[in-house]
């Protein structure tokens, strides 16, 4: 269906409220399992599912700041008009992709999504040739499916299914909807008709839709939850039909003769040569035992995820004083930066256990406190009862000494519940992927002589079609006005009115110029800055060890990055930031620093009035943060003279 590239409206951000209601309504639809536990490990939702596991998978299907978008495209021979919504997101540390289509009410994930959550759909197999028809937009027939009978209990008609090749069973490239029970089939051979209609599929224009306007991303080579999951419904029944008779076993012990059980083996592999995993176990290994966390071990375990905070940004900011933190420093951004990355979580019910309130100091503000009265930082109450980090003593031997251990890895559940997840958040807050921080930048303004200024610079031999800075054009003017004897004999300083000069530098078009021509003569600095006025001006901006001569100058004035306050929905007020992307800052890592730095919420837009073919991108951060914003520039080498502010929130003066 997205063969052709779709028309996408503007993207608009998600509240947290309808992120929440549309995660709960895919769940819902796709019948998603959402982990339980026991009265003991956290609170639950009211039906014995635990919130912090519903929380997790609907930050895994439909992260933070997500944005959404109506889209129309055509789809079909008769190419009819289809329209839906389309939503967006990014994971910590990754690039923004469209995760979820709607349309005909009902939500398709795209790959995505797949290949980060394994099994929220059923996954279907055909050989790899088939699967590049599937690219292309072609349908699945029924004698294509492979791996089955059986198939997943979830393939019915009308059910959203994913597409993997047998080369790679465990990548899903294709997403259709199914037109026939597939699940039902007993046999496929020879059998008519279409099975899955395709919808999406790795290489479409979903796929490689991005604002960076940069390419798709590739597929990985195995996915390790897609394996074993599906068809061990059929392994199972298969199994559980096997009949063991007690009664011919003559000596009483349970034992059974070993052929009889080699061929009982070989009976069950027979009848499952197309089922997904069968050389896995066809159960889920249960956990015999699990240690539940005490107050005291929480506790313990906050310290150190703290004081590993602490230590991290010790080591990897040695050159800055504040090692990479801006003082003052709110609690709630003391807990998401310097704790909860640090946290060692790696399932959901440790999620659920490892949370500030469990602790026995039951807030950030009491915990901070904790901390003072170790020595390892100063804090101050403010009014409303908020409290910030002052400054921070990392020479402590706590800190200094402190030896790290392993996180968990980016992909585990805990890293997505907001609670915790080691790499996940170190990749996004501590250290994250953004070249353009610690970069040096700076502007250079040159000009370019028109056509008739072309004499003045071939009497020193110039080309008038290169570019010049303003001190390179100086020795030029002087040589030409040398060259034709044009200072004056009464004044060194002035310079005497040539044809060339009154033709191509004063036209008499202002005041200025009549008077210049009534006189005759000019002083030598008013008229190199007229010759420079009457320039085209070109920009170029170096970063690094960039040169001149190695980097293409843009013509025009250099531009400048916009901040904007304003007031929305009576008295909110956001902070959007637009025209990084001139500086060589993305907007999507800068976006994700400020959500935690600001501790607020942010989301990265298409600029209103951009074009489509070189959209601008937008950031816009929750409450004033004017100054967090112009911090994170400068770290990124950005000049305040190349700031533009414009406040709106302000009340106009009467």
Request: glycine share 10%; with cysteine.
């Amino acid at each position: 269906m997205f063969k052709k590239k779709p028309n996408i409206k503007a993207l608009a951000p998600l509240r947290s409220s309808d992120r929440r209601r549309i995660a709960d309504q895919i769940i819902a639809e796709h019948g998603i399992e959402i982990p339980t536990q026991g009265p003991e490990e956290g609170p639950e939702s009211g039906n014995g599912t635990s919130t912090t596991g519903v929380g997790a998978i609907r930050n895994s299907l439909l992260p933070e700041n997500s944005l959404s978008a109506r889209f129309t495209t055509t789809a079909g021979k008769d190419l009819k008009q289809v329209s839906g919504t389309v939503y967006m997101g990014a994971h910590p540390g990754e690039e923004q992709r469209i995760l979820w289509i709607k349309f005909e009410d009902r939500f398709l994930p795209t790959v995505y999504t797949l290949w980060r959550n394994p099994g929220i759909i059923a996954l279907l197999h055909t050989p790899d040739a088939v699967l590049q028809k599937l690219r292309g937009g072609a349908d699945l027939m029924t004698p294509g499916l492979a791996r089955g009978p059986p198939f997943p209990t979830k393939a019915t008609k009308g059910s959203v299914v994913a597409i993997a090749s047998l080369e790679k069973p465990s990548v899903p490239i294709v997403v259709g909807v199914c037109e026939i029970d597939v699940a039902s089939l007993q046999e496929v051979r020879g059998v008519k008709g279409h099975a899955v209609r395709g919808e999406h599929w790795d290489g479409d224009e979903i796929w490689a839709w991005s604002q960076a306007g940069g390419i798709g991303g590739q597929a990985p080579e195995a996915i390790d939850g897609w394996a074993n999951r599906d068809g061990l419904g059929g392994l199972e029944e298969q199994v559980s039909q096997v009949d063991i008779e007690d009664s011919n076993d003559e000596q009483g012990e349970g034992g059974v003769p070993l052929e009889g059980s080699l061929a009982g083996k070989q009976k069950v592999v027979e009848q499952n040569d197309f089922v997904v995993g069968e050389d896995g176990q066809p159960f889920e290994e249960v956990e015999v035992h699990r240690k539940e966390f005490s107050t005291k071990d929480i506790d313990e375990i906050f310290w150190k995820a703290c004081l590993y905070g602490l230590h991290h940004y010790r080591n990897a900011n040695k050159s800055d004083p504040h090692h990479g933190l801006n003082f003052p420093i709110n609690q709630s951004a003391v807990i998401s930066n310097l704790v909860l990355p640090f946290l060692p979580i790696t399932t959901s019910q440790q999620a659920g256990s490892l949370n500030i309130k469990k602790t026995s100091w039951k807030n950030a503000k009491k915990f901070i406190k904790a901390l003072e009265k170790a020595r390892l930082l100063k804090s101050k109450d403010r009014d409303g009862g908020e409290c910030v980090v002052l400054d921070i003593d990392w020479e402590d031997n706590a800190i200094s000494s402190f030896v790290p251990y392993k996180l968990p890895k980016k992909d585990t559940v805990g890293a997505e519940s907001g609670g915790g997840g080691g790499g996940k958040a170190i990749s996004a807050s501590i250290s994250p992927s953004d070249p353009s921080i610690g970069q040096k930048l700076s502007k250079v303004d040159l000009y370019k002589a028109k056509e008739q200024l072309a004499p003045i610079f071939a009497a020193s031999g110039a080309s008038h079609h290169s570019l010049y800075l303003p001190a390179e054009l100086r020795p030029i003017i002087t040589s030409y006005i040398e060259s034709e004897n044009l200072i004056s004999d009464t004044n060194k300083r002035l310079v005497n009115i040539d044809a060339v000069l009154a033709n191509a530098v004063f036209d008499g078009s202002t005041a200025l110029d009549r008077e210049v021509l009534t006189k005759g003569s000019v002083p030598r600095d008013a008229l190199i800055d007229r010759i420079l006025k009457s320039c085209s001006p070109f920009w170029v901006l170096l970063r690094n060890d960039e040169t001149r001569d190695k980097v293409k100058a843009h013509a025009g004035h250099a531009p400048k990055i916009s901040i904007t306050l304003e007031t929305r929905s009576g008295n909110k007020t956001v902070t959007k930031l637009s025209g990084v992307e001139s500086f060589h800052i993305p907007p999507q890592p800068l976006a994700e620093e400020l959500q935690k730095i600001c501790a607020s919420s942010t989301s990265v837009g298409q600029l209103a009035g951009s074009s489509p073919k070189k959209p601008v991108l937008e950031v816009m951060v929750q409450g004033p943060q004017k100054d967090a914003v112009i911090k994170a520039l400068e770290k990124r080498g950005v000049n305040r003279q190349w700031v533009e502010v414009n406040d709106k929130t302000k009340g106009k003066k009467k």
